[in-house]
């Protein structure tokens, strides 16, 4: 009986994951399941044959309660025995004994390079039961099925663009240039591509989080490691299955224009106090408020709807010797603003073979193909912030005029617009080309932005001796990229110019990689066990890249596709790069009576990223879990099923630079006389990213499975940090990679599962994520400065790292507000000394050095947008045939540097904040500045934050609420099918929060500089009608 | 023994075959440069193009900063950053000084290793790399010079790793002014002076010779004499190396003025000595649309100073060189310049080709575009003459000659006629005649404030406009720029006063 109490939990969170019992409204069929001892077991799964989804789970007593059809078939199966099918053939009370399966007697788990028992697991690694999730929130892509289900894992969408990926990342920050996200296994295979599996052939996903479980994967492991094992069929016929749905979405949330009355005259207001004239006459004035010689930018850049769908076949099926899958997911999304598409195909075929008993082969291919164009959206060319910016009184095009430039007016009395003639410039910034014109130039020029990724894989695995196997993989991967733009003389591109211009690029590369692992399990008996693992692992990756540029084309309608047709064409860059990295590794578990059990890994690895006297390191990690429920004091505890403690140790790391960045190379540009050469400085000193993480962890379970608890707490310091650092300029280049910082990340993490309602009709899970995660630079390392920033790119000026500080403070000058008249002329302020000068209503910026200076020497931190706390909480409820999903997410503590406000209210735009300027007399206390000379001593809000601009970001979103009905219908089966299932789904249904910006989820998507609303493409509401069908 | 096979094939899998010593295929390295004339002219040409930087770089930045002078105002109140550059209250952390440093330290880097290249690399015979020599130590001193002028006390290496600097300081002090310009601009302009060419290597011009190596020593002789050095016995020095340009060089005044800045006269060499062409397609300029005002469709960054304008002589150079009237985008009508928008004339030097539909001078007039052609000249002959005449003048106390037909071949070309030349000055007069007519001469060409700084004349000069509202007699602290806030707190440096 002690194995079955071992493997309660186990057993329970997969009964969970499952889902849960429905009962249907048919006969109730109850009985008693015993083990071979005649011992009533607990947890054991009790699922329909024709509906694994209907379901239930038996109880301490051993009893079970199901509704079934007098046709229907149920299975009972528990982890570590055999699995039995037993007809109900009309019967009302069935008890089953289960009996001990010889050959698989544990639920097992993947880990890298291998299987573990789930119950001798020792580090902290999540498991997702993917097909139960996405039943829950259908979702086109792995990432969306896993946001807000893994505490730990953080998951932050960063765009509502077509087909665009979340942001994935494990236990906050982890590095700075290697801030990639978790490394994607597929089936053992590691470097996989998360867009490339259809959610559909997902059987389980598992998250290793800390250091002791993703060590083994040495430094590739830093960022945590995602582990997907596709569907294996194992009953011995042939199914069809399809999914599919369709989805329209509308803008969740778009900002607000000026009225463009309100806009005209303010725009006088602007004109008088800059220019001492005014723009608008009152006759003009009247007019936009009639609507004539207007245009309403927002309106024109948003889409009615956005549309999205999905649908996945796989076909999959078993004989004795030879499983397979085969499968081809397709999605289409149009988005919601502007132009934005994108087409995506995954396609899989998986054969597995057995030659010999003991001989093993298997062949995966797969791959992805992609093509996807869309309107730029990022910072100041953000048509978002475009549209909110471009005032509604100059027209998108320039309008018809006759000879003596007098307007040539239609029927209707309203001007002709020339759509061949976009506007650039608004009323007071003629460098800005209008969003229009951005809209026009996707839709005319046929570029082209296609990616294709395929996946060759094999592997054979011998059993050498009993317990003893060798496993060989061999992987190939190739990848294609190409890219092609044109961009007529019309264009932003070509207004550079004067002249349309176009590019081409293609990046090819192929890699290869051959694992080979030998595995020993053995149970000496039943108090010893041991599962040891040793490897070895090469790869070589090439990269083959050309990019090509034209200007003058010969005609825009080829453009790019034959870029000789041009005035003068040349290579823009070219290169080949060639990688390679050898690892050895292995791994010991050993378990002692069932209650303690230690894991202990090493990994070294050489990779030719870094210089290469610095190739090698050497990973090591230790964890130990104490089955607490297993000892004899805790037998009488009735209530607690599962009580383990965890502790792991380990070290990961992170090669995170691109190849050859040890050497100092030549690049070379074509000028007009000839290739010119510039050097650009490689740092042989780099050394590898390691990151150090402890974690103490808790696996509860009670009640009868109907409260668990996974709690973790660690803390990992990641030192040698590689970041692009800003450097002297004396140095002859701005900037270069060092071994920059020491990063901390500390956290707490915990899963609740709650079953408050398991009736025979109604049964609602509540699954309740909570992560708290602190992200602090401990130290800075080659740098000569005491503070760093992260690099050189757009928005990260607003962000610098201090040691001690937490990474996210966002800097910039302290606001006091506007200058009001009394203050401006207390003499005891000194405002008449303020340099830059200020005036009765100019931004007041706190003098931290109290210089009257008010320059860099003044920045301060004035925010930090890396959230506290984030929380996720699922709510599943069934009565009968219908199942109800809620999904709610939630972040907490962080701040928003509102940059397109900032922008916006810099300048003159329709933004309504302007409405709200300061105004001598009777508006002192405004939050913006009034118009004129000396308005702001910020001399560019791409540069620099102020506090006025830095928002609270809280927010809470109910992510999705899914209703689905399952057919049970004999009728079904008379047409062929299995089962059916259909659902409505509605996403992103609400966001709660106070920021006054764009969707806030977005802002925190890039978790370097989190908390920057960048005018990001803005989220969709979107209601999904879907099916899944079984033939 | 078919065990014994799997056992060994089994042991080949475990072993490993890749190679971790990997270099860079499709790249050039300091190991596998081959030093060529034809390596050393790419790696030469690279100057040019960090000097430039980018589109909004060199030439973009100086004319910014360079509003600072009394020449030119900024073009629209609600463009803080101009306003502030040309009321010289440029805060620390402005967007103008922090690419010209980085810029100029580029080049500087560039031209180390070029020096360095040829030094180690004796396979290249001495008559095809000395003008390669030449020419890396020419554009060193001019990255020196500029930095030297722009912001005073500066870090100085000629290492070709930047690993210390002139006295071997890992720590990168600033060093003197005078150290820069005696122990690296005036050798390095000596030495390019043996070095380069009497004929620039390059068709487009672009490549010095040795008269513009004199040329630039000669210019750098009056800063050294001037603010701050004092150093008054480099006027003879000026004088010298300035009258061996004029008699030896090949270089003289063109008929038309204009003509310097139209397609066809710009890459002439009579009178153009050194300066950096742009073209649209390689190291383009963003001029022209800067110079247009907004009723032409332009950015309407900058503009003629009104005063500077109704004190200019009537001459051909005035005639040319400001847009007193224009024809309104919308309106088509006619406007004069005291209703545009800066209500100041607009600037015609740099609507050269392309850029400017209707409003340029010449090429395409239908393209309007942010990115230009064009010209930056640096050195031109008339910069001799009037370089010339000053340093004389001031070394001598007496006007010569010489001094006078300098100075009159510059009027006699700009006026077009011999009736405006200038006879009889006593030499106080004759230096005032001489200052005057090198702002007229070179007004907008972004020298006119380096002048007025070693001539110890910005207060009065730039005081005049009183609308620019500049920041006037602080202790000459606004003689320099403040060195970019991040280099100062990667370094530890003080800023400049004022800062």
């Not at chain 1, 099918?85 to 639920?107: C, F, N, P, Q, Y």
């Not at chain 1, 076949?313 to 999605?331: C, I």
């Not at chain 1, 668990?708 to 300029?729: G, S």
Request: charged content about 20%.
């Amino acid at each position: 009986m002690k194995r079955n109490i071992l493997f309660r939990l186990t057993t329970l969170l997969a009964v969970l994951a499952l889902g849960t019992a429905t009962l249907f409204a048919q006969e109730p069929v109850s009985g008693v399941v015993k083990d071979g001892a005649g011992e009533p077991m607990v947890g054991v799964s009790v699922v329909l044959k024709s509906n694994y989804g209907v379901g239930t789970v038996t109880s301490i007593d051993g009893s079970y309660t199901i509704s079934a059809g007098a046709q229907d078939v149920l299975v009972f199966s528990y982890m570590g025995m055999t699995t039995q099918e037993v007809k109900v053939s009309g019967r009302t009370h069935i008890d089953v004994v289960m009996k001990e399966d010889a050959s698989a007697l544990e639920e097992i788990v993947v880990v890298g390079y291998g299987v573990q028992r789930k119950s001798d697991l020792t580090g902290a690694v999540a498991s997702i039961n993917a097909e139960e999730t996405l039943k829950r929130m259908p979702a086109s892509q792995v990432g969306d099925m896993l946001q807000g289900r893994v505490a730990g894992l953080n998951v932050v969408n960063s765009s509502g663009a077509a087909g665009s990926a979340p942001t994935m990342r494990v236990r906050g920050v982890n590095s700075i240039k290697a801030d990639g996200g978790p490394l994607v296994v597929i089936d053992g295979f590691p470097g996989g591509n998360l867009n490339s599996v259809s959610p559909s052939d997902i059987k389980s996903i598992e998250i290793l989080k800390d250091a002791s479980s993703t060590a083994i994967y040495g430094s590739r492991g830093a960022n945590g490691v995602i582990l997907i094992t596709t569907k294996s069929p194992s009953d011995n016929k042939v199914s069809v299955d399809y999914n599919g749905y369709m989805g329209i979405g509308v803008a969740s949330d778009l900002p607000e224009i000026m009225p463009v009355g309100e806009f005209a005259n303010m725009a006088n207001d602007w004109n008088r106090t800059y220019y001492k004239k005014t723009l608008y006459t009152e006759n003009q004035i009247t007019n936009f408020i009639n609507g004539y010689d207007t245009f309403d930018y927002m309106d024109a850049i948003v889409n009615d709807y956005s549309v999205s769908q999905s649908h996945d076949v796989s076909v999959k099926g078993s004989s004795e010797k030879m499983r397979f899958l085969l499968s081809a997911q397709y999605t289409h999304y149009e988005g919601i603003i502007g132009i934005s598409r994108s087409d995506n195909l995954n396609y899989r075929l998986k054969v597995d073979a057995d030659l010999a008993k003991n001989l093993t082969v298997g062949a995966n291919f797969s791959g992805r193909m992609n093509d996807a164009t869309a309107n730029g959206f990022s910072g100041a060319q953000s048509i978002l912030t475009l549209a909110q910016e471009f005032p509604q009184t100059v027209l998108p095009y320039e309008i018809l005029r006759d000879e003596d430039g007098k307007p040539i007016y239609d029927a209707n009395g309203y001007t002709i617009m020339d759509k061949n003639r976009p506007t650039q410039g608004t009323i007071s910034n003629s460098s800005i080309y209008n969003p229009i014109g951005f809209i026009d130039e996707q839709k005319r020029n046929n570029n082209l932005n296609q990616t294709f990724n395929n996946w060759i894989q094999a592997y054979i695995n011998w059993e050498v001796l009993p317990g003893l196997t060798l496993r060989n993989e061999q992987q190939l991967s190739i990848s294609n990229q190409y890219v092609g733009t044109t961009s007529s003389d019309k264009s932003y591109q070509g207004s550079l110019k004067g002249k349309s211009s176009a590019t081409y690029s293609d990046t090819n590369a192929w890699g290869w990689r051959m694992t080979t692992t030998m595995n020993y399990t053995k149970e000496f008996n039943e108090d010893h066990r041991i599962n040891a693992t040793i490897g070895v692992e090469q790869s070589l990756s090439n990269t083959l890249s050309l990019a090509l540029e034209a200007e003058g084309m010969t005609t825009d309608k080829i453009g790019w596709k034959n870029m000789m047709l041009s005035e003068l064409s040349k290579i823009k860059s070219q290169s080949v790069s060639r990688s390679t990295a050898i690892s050895y590794f292995g791994r010991v578990n050993y378990v002692l009576k069932n209650r303690y059990m230690v894991t202990a890994t090493i990994r070294r690895d050489g990779s030719s990223l870094l210089a290469y006297n610095n190739r090698w390191d050497t990973f090591p990690s230790f964890s130990a879990a104490w089955n607490i429920k297993e000892e004899s004091f805790m037998e009488n505890v009735e209530a607690l099923d599962q009580l383990k403690l965890r502790y792991g140790y380990g070290v990961s790391g992170n090669q995170a630079v691109a190849a050859y960045s040890a050497f100092s190379t030549y690049s070379a540009t074509i000028g007009t006389a000839g290739t010119v050469y510039s050097l650009n400085i490689g740092n042989p000193n780099l050394r590898w990213e390691k990151t150090n993480q402890h974690n103490i962890g808790l696996d509860m379970s009670l009640l009868g499975g109907k409260v668990t608890l996974t709690a973790d707490y660690y803390n990992k310091t990641t030192a040698n940090a590689i970041n692009t650092v800003i450097l002297p300029d004396d140095m002859g280049r701005s900037s270069g990679l060092r071994n920059a910082a020491t990063i901390n990340n500390k956290g707490f993490e915990a899963t609740i599962g709650i079953i408050p309602i398991n009736t025979s009709e109604f049964f609602w899970k509540a699954d309740l994520t909570l992560a708290h995660n602190e992200a602090t630079i401990v130290e800075l390392g080659d740098i000569e400065s005491d503070y760093m920033e992260l690099g050189t790119g757009w928005g990260n000026a607003f962000y610098r790292y201090y040691e001690g500080q937490p990474i996210g403070s966002i800097y910039g000058l302290k606001s006091l507000g506007v200058w009001t008249t009394e203050d401006f002329y207390n003499p005891e302020l000194k405002a008449d000394k303020i340099s830059p000068k200020v005036r009765a209503g100019s931004y007041r910026y706190y003098d931290k050095d109290g210089n009257n200076i008010i320059d860099a020497e003044d920045y301060e931190i004035i925010g930090n947008g890396q959230p506290k706390f984030n929380w996720g909480l699922n709510n599943s409820l069934q009565w009968r045939n219908f199942d109800l999903n809620v999904f709610l997410i939630g972040y907490h503590g962080f701040d928003i540097y509102n940059y397109p406000a900032a922008r916006l209210t810099s300048q003159l735009a329709p933004t309504p904040a302007l409405a709200d300027r300061w105004v001598a007399g009777s508006n002192e206390d405004a939050k913006i500045a009034s118009f004129g000379p000396n308005r702001d001593a910020i001399t560019s809000y791409e540069q620099v934050a102020s506090s006025t601009f830095v928002e609270k970001g809280d927010f809470v979103k109910i992510k999705s609420v899914t209703l689905g009905y399952n057919f049970t219908d004999s009728a079904l089966k008379s047409v062929g099918i299995d089962a059916a299932r259909v659902y409505i789904s509605a996403k992103n249904l609400a966001t709660f929060t106070g920021y006054s910006g764009n969707d806030p989820e977005m802002a925190i998507s890039n978790p370097l500089r989190p908390g920057l609303d960048a005018g990001v493409y803005p989220a969709q509401t979107s209601f999904i009608l879907g099916v899944n069908l079984t033939f | 023994m078919k065990r014994y096979i799997l056992i060994a094939l089994s042991l080949l899998m475990f072993t490993s075959c890749v190679d971790l010593l990997q270099e860079p295929q499709s790249a050039l390295t300091d190991q596998t440069l081959p030093v060529t004339e034809q390596t050393l002219e790419s790696s030469v040409n690279g100057l040019y193009k960090s000097w430039w930087g980018e589109n909004y770089g060199f030439n973009c930045r100086l004319a910014s900063l360079l509003l600072a002078g009394d020449d030119m105002i900024s073009g629209d109140a609600a463009k803080t950053r101009l306003v502030l550059d040309d009321q010289m209250r440029v805060p620390a952390d402005n967007l103008d000084v922090a690419p010209l440093w980085k810029h100029f330290y580029a080049t500087i880097f560039n031209a180390n290793n070029v020096i360095s290249l040829i030094k180690t690399n004796p396979s290249v015979s001495v008559d095809e790399s000395n003008k390669y020599l030449g020419e890396a130590r020419f554009m060193r001193a001019l990255m020196y010079f500029y930095i030297a002028r722009l912001w005073g006390d500066a870090p100085a290496t000629t290492d070709n790793n930047a690993a210390g600097d002139i006295d071997g300081d890992e720590t990168m002090p600033r060093k003197s002014v005078k150290d820069i310009y005696e122990r690296i601009i005036v050798p390095d302009l000596k030495e390019a002076a043996l070095l380069l060419p009497a004929v620039s290597r390059d068709e487009a011009g672009q490549a010095p010779t040795k008269w513009a190596a004199l040329t630039m020593l000669g210019d750098v002789y009056m800063h050294m004499a001037g603010w701050p050095l004092h150093q008054t016995d480099k006027y003879a020095e000026a004088e010298k190396v300035l009258k061996q340009v004029i008699d030896e060089g090949p270089h003289r005044l063109v008929k038309e003025y204009k003509t310097l800045w139209l397609r066809s006269g710009c890459y002439d060499k009579t009178e153009h000595i050194f300066a950096l062409h742009h073209s649209l397609s390689y190291l383009p300029s963003q001029y022209a649309i800067s110079y247009l005002g907004y009723e032409e469709n332009g950015w309407s960054d900058y503009a003629a100073d009104p005063v500077f304008f109704q004190n200019f002589p009537n001459d051909t150079r005035k005639e040319f060189c400001f847009i007193t009237k224009t024809i309104d985008k919308t309106t088509k009508k006619e406007i004069v310049w005291q209703n545009f928008g800066p209500k100041a004339p607009y600037i015609r030097k740099y609507r050269n080709f392309g850029g400017c539909s209707t409003y340029g001078i010449e090429g395409d007039n239908t393209k309007n575009s942010s990115l230009s052609e064009g010209i930056t000249p640096i050195y031109r002959y008339a910069d001799v003459l009037l370089l010339y005449a000053e340093a004389s003048v001031k070394a001598t106390g007496k006007v010569s000659t010489l001094a006078y037909d300098c100075i009159n071949q510059v009027r006699d070309r700009a006026f077009g006629d011999t009736n405006h030349r200038l006879s009889g000055l006593d030499a106080a007069e004759f230096e005032k005649a001489v200052f005057d007519e090198y702002g007229w001469e070179n007004c907008f060409e972004f020298k006119r404030w380096f002048q007025l700084v070693r001539t110890e004349m910005v207060d009065e000069m730039v005081g005049k406009n009183t609308a620019v509202d500049a920041r006037l007699n602080v202790n000459k602290q606004n003689y320099l720029f403040p060195v970019p806030v991040r280099q100062c707190q990667l370094r530890g440096w003080t800023n400049n006063p004022g800062y």
